[in-house]
């Protein structure tokens, strides 16, 4: 099921796949009704129909003029879409390149067009005979009709394609489109991850020979885009063994470096290496599919970009700290996955990298903290987003690590803002957030405070 994941991913992600399906659809299409044009008879359609009921000299010049307009027009497209890509990189980041590949109104934009050249060029070759000339005539009325109906359809998508294109690189759309992907992609993996939580959980018994296991090396470089953990319980439970993950999805993986530990470790072969390996499966780019930190860092990197000393933007940084402020309060709303995988029989059999609410909070305002240590406004709507989230979701983990990045901004303002009355501002708002958080992370704080 996850490789089906991933090349269904791969595939969205092709700027090809769509546009290919229509113009097979279009092949098809033309297909169809040129057999109905046959069967029913030509002539006797275009004159009991509102169908084209020219000759067949401008039929052909119908369909070709369609067929030139229409490529010269995929052209322009192709052109304009590049211009947005390169712009893209330049100001937001050549991560986000791949969400406007992905885009699926360029996709179909183009697959139209496309679909509609190729289209009128399978018509036109069936068009046969002069105007006037009985014998071995064929002009098909209702195949050139539906190039006519294709031709205004794509004048309409070429109309919505520039809207389209114009409005996509605006830095707001940019980022709740990156926001909407981080948001499904914690919906997909959060109760549904390897290793689910469950009340209890205990950390499997360690080898009473102190066996810490035999390396499971990578095949390949790259990223481990996905564990397919249905596969590698069934692999160690098959083996009785326990399976230690060394990378989670995300990760970089180097070959030759361990990426598994199989305990114990004198009952590894090349059988079972291979069999882990074909389970963490190991790509050339990070993908949502069970990365919820590359959400995140897309976000993060809009906002250094905006923070950059040669392009100050600290309102495009205020939405991503919006955006990730809501991906925290997401997170925090659920039951995060446990490292241990258990078989039918309750054996730990898979242990997994798991995250925590910590890594999620650094992950989402360390480096913009950083990035914005001298920005009053940043740190402003960093220690606001922090209070709104310490009222809004009730757990200790979650508002340890919010007081610990206040803690960090309100330092940063001591030694960075030189006017008095920013850093009272910084001070009002960390007291603010001190209300805000539970009384007995609190009460930690004022003991590091007076120790």
């Known amino acids: ?198 009340p209890g959980d205990r950390p499997p018994a360690p080898p009473r020979d102190g066996d810490d296991g035999a390396p499971v090396a990578a095949r390949g470089h790259g990223y481990v885009t996905s564990v397919d953990g249905e596969a590698l319980l069934k692999t160690a439970s098959e083996a009785d063994v326990l399976i230690r993950l060394l990378r989670r999805p995300g990760e970089f993986a180097i070959v030759g470096e361990p990426i598994a530990r199989v305990v114990p470790g004198d009952r590894l072969d090349d059988d079972l290496a291979r069999a882990i390996t074909r389970a963490v499966l190991v790509g050339p780019e990070r993908t949502f599919i069970q990365d919820v930190f590359f959400g995140f860092e897309q976000l993060v990197e809009i906002a250094q970009r905006a923070l950059a000393s040669n392009h100050i933007d600290p309102t495009t940084a205020l939405r991503c700290i919006d955006r990730l402020a809501a991906a925290i309060a997401r997170v925090s709303d659920r039951r995060l996955p446990s490292p241990y995988r258990r078989d039918a029989e309750g054996i730990v059999r898979v242990v997994a990298p798991a995250p925590v609410l910590r890594d999620f909070v650094g992950a989402a305002f360390t480096a913009i903290r950083l990035a914005g240590v001298d920005n009053r406004g940043v740190a402003l709507h960093l220690l606001d987003s922090f209070e709104r989230l310490a009222a809004l979701r009730d757990r200790r983990e979650l508002h340890l690590a919010l007081l610990g990045e206040a803690v960090a901004i309100r330092r940063a303002a001591a030694r960075t803002f030189r006017d008095p009355g920013d850093r009272e501002g910084v001070y009002a708002a960390f007291e603010r957030l001190l209300k805000a958080i539970r009384p007995d992370v609190r009460r930690i704080y004022d003991a590091q405070a007076v120790a």
Request: proline share 2%.
């Open 1 to 198: 099921m996850v490789r089906l994941l991933n090349i269904w991913d791969s595939l969205r992600g092709s700027f090809w796949f769509l546009p290919a399906l229509l113009t097979t659809a279009a092949i098809g299409l033309a297909a169809g009704l040129l057999t109905l044009d046959h069967r029913a008879g030509s002539d006797e359609l275009a004159t009991s129909l509102w169908l084209y009921a020219g000759g067949a000299e401008g039929a052909r010049s119908l369909l070709s003029a369609v067929a030139g307009s229409i490529i010269t027009v995929v052209g322009l497209a192709f052109s304009i879409t590049i211009v947005s890509l390169q712009l893209a990189a330049a100001q937001l980041g050549p991560r986000l390149l791949r969400n406007f590949v992905r885009d699926r109104g360029n996709q179909v934009v183009l697959g139209t067009f496309v679909a509609t050249f190729v289209y009128c060029l399978v018509v036109l070759r069936t068009v046969r005979g002069r105007d006037g000339v009985s014998d071995d005539r064929f002009v098909p009325h209702l195949a050139i009709s539906g190039a006519v109906l294709l031709a205004l359809l794509s004048v309409a998508l070429l109309i919505y394609f520039i809207h389209h294109a114009s409005t996509s690189m605006q830095a707001d759309r940019v980022i709740a489109a990156v926001a909407v992907d981080l948001d499904d992609a914690i919906d997909a993996l959060f109760p549904e991850r390897l290793g689910r939580e469950a």
